[in-house]
């Protein structure tokens, strides 16, 4: 499961930050990217597609896929927490029940989650 959370992160750091996509990462794009943190948020779906049970599953740094321990406070993970609310899923029957995870992307600077993940 945890392999599962590392892969999910790896994919949203490569689809947010685009100088990962043309190659090695140079010293002031880690700078930049240690401003973010991904936030893997798990959930469960109910039968109508409602989130339940949210909960933060992994704090990573995106430049060098590092685990973080307790990096936001209550009130911002409880933030993340009704973003992951906010959506419904369509899921197959078969998975109603099942662990779900989600990632986004925190600014450290701003002190919110980024628009688009």
């Known amino acids: 499961m945890r392999v599962l959370i590392r892969i999910v992160c790896a994919l949203v750091v490569v689809l947010a930050m685009s100088p990962l996509r043309l190659g090695a990462v140079d010293a002031a794009t880690k ?18 597609g409602h989130i339940s049970n949210i909960r933060v599953a992994l ?3 995106p430049s060098d896929k590092r685990e973080l321990k307790n990096m936001l406070s ?14 419904k899923l369509k ?3 078969q ?12 600014d450290k600077r701003t002190r919110k989650y980024k ?3």
């Open 91 to 93: 899921i197959a029957p």
């Open 74 to 87: 209550r009130k911002e993970q409880e933030m993340g927490a009704r973003i992951i609310a906010s959506g």
């Open 59 to 61: 704090y990573m740094n």
């Open 95 to 106: 998975d109603y029940g099942k662990t779900w995870y989600r990632a986004l992307i925190f």
């Open 115 to 117: 628009d688009k993940t």
């Open 31 to 48: 700078r930049a990217m240690d401003n973010y943190v991904i936030v893997s948020f798990g959930f469960d779906v109910s039968r109508d």
